[in-house]
């Protein structure tokens, strides 16, 4: 598909649960971009006072450990097990992030010397939020490669599930993509992939 990139081109990154999104973002930032990651943003945002009162006053004591700081893990096998819970804590995340990120891509216009920029956000599709990106890169990865992984992460197939069940079906991100990475096969692989999509669109 051919795209026509503005000067500092924003490259928003999708594909499913345990695909190697991350990775792939990693690579392309490492490659004369800058990234920004969603996943430390709200780990970030789960240290604010304000949002962990709204988590406490919404799921109460069980989400958080004895120094009174968020389990990230029993939050999430909660709000994935109930789709209420979920929307709830979105709710209070999305709308900072949108913040966070529409401040990013300012800055990155006007001051970063990076010849792009990488968005790792897991719901960019989902949210509405594919006018934050230039360009879109689907990371294809088969079902039970992406399984395999999550298992590793200590999953369990049923949580992967709920995850994958959460979001858009995958033929439909795939559809909506500019270019494609496969991540199934190995790192120099998909390595060379990412090479090969910055020189195809004359970056960095």
Same mark, same amino acid.
């Given at each position: 598909?051919n795209?026509?990139?503005?000067a500092?081109?924003?490259?928003g990154? @999708?594909?499913?649960i345990?695909?190697?999104?991350s990775? @792939?973002? #990693?690579?392309? /930032?490492?490659?004369?971009?800058?990234?920004?990651?969603?996943?430390?943003?709200? #780990?970030?945002l789960?240290?604010?006072?304000?949002?962990?009162?709204?988590?406490?006053?919404?799921?109460?004591?069980k @989400?958080?450990?004895? /120094?009174?700081?968020?389990v990230?893990?029993?939050l999430?096998?909660?709000?994935?097990d109930?789709?209420?819970?979920?929307?709830?804590?979105?709710s209070?995340?999305?709308?900072l992030?949108l913040?966070?990120?529409q401040?990013?891509?300012?800055?990155h216009e006007?001051?970063?010397?990076s010849?792009?920029?990488?968005?790792?956000?897991?719901?960019?599709?989902?949210?509405?939020?594919?006018y934050l990106s230039?360009?879109? @890169?689907?990371?294809e990865?088969s /079902?039970a490669?992406r399984l395999?992984?999550?298992?590793?992460?200590?999953?369990?197939?049923?949580?992967?599930?709920n995850?994958?069940n959460?979001?858009?079906?995958?033929t439909?991100?795939a559809?909506?993509?500019?270019?494609?990475?496969?991540?199934?096969v190995s790192?120099?692989?998909?390595?060379?992939?990412?090479?090969?999509?910055?020189?195809?669109?004359?970056?960095?």
């Amino acid at each position: 598909m051919n795209v026509k990139l503005k000067a500092k081109p924003v490259i928003g990154i @999708v594909g499913g649960i345990g695909s190697g999104k991350s990775e @792939v973002a #990693r690579m392309l /930032a490492n490659s004369g971009g800058m990234l920004f990651d969603a996943d430390a943003e709200v #780990r970030i945002l789960l240290e604010d006072d304000e949002v962990k009162k709204k988590i406490r006053d919404y799921f109460g004591e069980k @989400v958080f450990d004895s /120094a009174g700081d968020v389990v990230r893990s029993v939050l999430a096998r909660i709000i994935f097990d109930n789709s209420e819970s979920r929307l709830f804590l979105e709710s209070i995340l999305h709308p900072l992030i949108l913040e966070k990120v529409q401040k990013k891509i300012k800055e990155h216009e006007d001051f970063s010397e990076s010849s792009f920029l990488v968005l790792d956000i897991p719901l960019l599709l989902e949210k509405n939020w594919r006018y934050l990106s230039s360009l879109l @890169v689907f990371i294809e990865c088969s /079902a039970a490669e992406r399984l395999k992984r999550c298992m590793k992460r200590g999953w369990t197939e049923a949580e992967w599930e709920n995850r994958e069940n959460s979001q858009m079906p995958l033929t439909n991100k795939a559809s909506i993509c500019d270019y494609k990475i496969d991540n199934s096969v190995s790192f120099d692989y998909t390595k060379k992939q990412v090479v090969d999509l910055l020189k195809l669109l004359n970056l960095p």
